[in-house]
């Protein structure tokens, strides 16, 4: 074929080929949303402005999310966010590929080179921002970035330890606006301690999904050792104790105001979990575990907007 052949045949193509490097693009973005958990990133978002706008600073909420130093502390929570979802994503490649082989990204969509300088780059970046901030916040992200590797290879394959892990990043993320304010408002650590057995459960319940690519690559997980029957009564006296607490929020809440907090908390998060704790009750198949994560989802997001309607413990 001559040039001008090929010219001709390839010229009115350059409109397509434009399409194509946007399909390109977005075939790439794809799966990197997926290996940093993206929708997961705009929960803890979420999560940071509720408790900034809506628990510690309710009188001025605009102003309080427009500064910089929260603007800091949020990009990097976020960052060392990706980075643990990234090196756990590293370490489990094989685990993956037998429990969620369809959510495969590392050595897939993304070589394990580049997966590992993502996640030193983010976690490094994370780290400096908080140090930058204060010594304290620099001290919990670093902390949080050591938690997380050890978690993706050591800790999540010790029965209740990476459980425990999680459960307190979790409440660290709760706690990092009041960390950085330093209002002593109290209802911001019940909100942390009630993020705490939440994420408990429900990584004890991931566990339980995650029984079979678990066992094969040697992992000492609690429903491994102790079977799926002891694990659920582990995992019933944590949701029991979180029942518990949601009660005495309720109580408080009815009693002594906001009124419409405690109705939500009754509708919206007490009577999901007590319908979570019949079907944990109930669950013996790896489909219904799946169940009960995604209704733990639910229930962390009912809690989490709840704090719209905190008013400031002073």
């Not at 070589?111 to 908080?130: D, E, F, K, N």
């Not at 330890?161 to 002593?184: C, F």
């Not at 219904?288 to 413990?313: D, N």
Request: proline share 4%.
């Amino acid at each position: 074929m001559s040039s001008a052949s090929f010219s001709s045949t390839a010229s009115p193509a350059g409109p397509a080929g434009s399409d194509d490097d946007s399909a390109g693009h977005s075939l790439l973005l794809r799966p990197i949303a997926q290996l940093i958990r993206l929708p997961n990133l705009l929960i803890m978002l979420l999560c940071l402005v509720l408790v900034r706008a809506g628990l510690l600073r309710p009188a001025t909420p605009l102003a309080t999310l427009f500064d910089l130093r929260f603007g800091l502390l949020v990009l990097a929570t976020l960052c060392i966010g990706a980075a643990g979802y990234i090196i756990n994503d590293y370490y489990d490649v094989k685990i993956d590929a037998i429990n969620r082989p369809g959510r495969l990204v590392v050595g897939r969509a993304v070589r394990r080179r580049r997966a590992m300088l993502a996640h030193l780059l983010l976690s490094g970046l994370g780290v400096g921002i908080g140090g930058l901030l204060s010594p304290l916040l620099g001290v919990v992200t670093l902390g949080s970035a050591v938690l997380l590797w050890g978690y993706s290879v050591r800790f999540k394959r010790v029965a209740l330890v990476g459980n425990l892990s999680i459960a307190t990043l979790t409440a660290a993320l709760v706690l990092l606006p009041e960390l950085q304010l330093r209002t002593t408002n109290s209802s911001v650590w019940a909100y942390a301690l009630a993020a705490f057995l939440l994420t408990v459960v429900r990584e004890i319940v991931k566990d339980v999904e995650d029984m079979r690519g678990d066992a094969q690559h040697d992992c000492r997980t609690l429903p491994i050792v102790w079977g799926v029957a002891r694990t659920k009564w582990v995992t019933g006296f944590f949701l029991g104790c979180l029942l518990l607490l949601v009660l005495g929020a309720i109580g408080e809440a009815l009693l002594h105001g906001p009124v419409l907090l405690g109705v939500w908390l009754l509708v919206l998060v007490l009577v999901p979990l007590l319908a979570l704790l019949r079907l944990l009750w109930r669950a013996d198949r790896r489909r219904h575990f799946a169940k009960l994560s995604t209704w733990c989802k639910g229930i962390m997001l009912a809690g989490v907007l709840s704090m719209l309607l905190v008013e400031v413990i002073g």
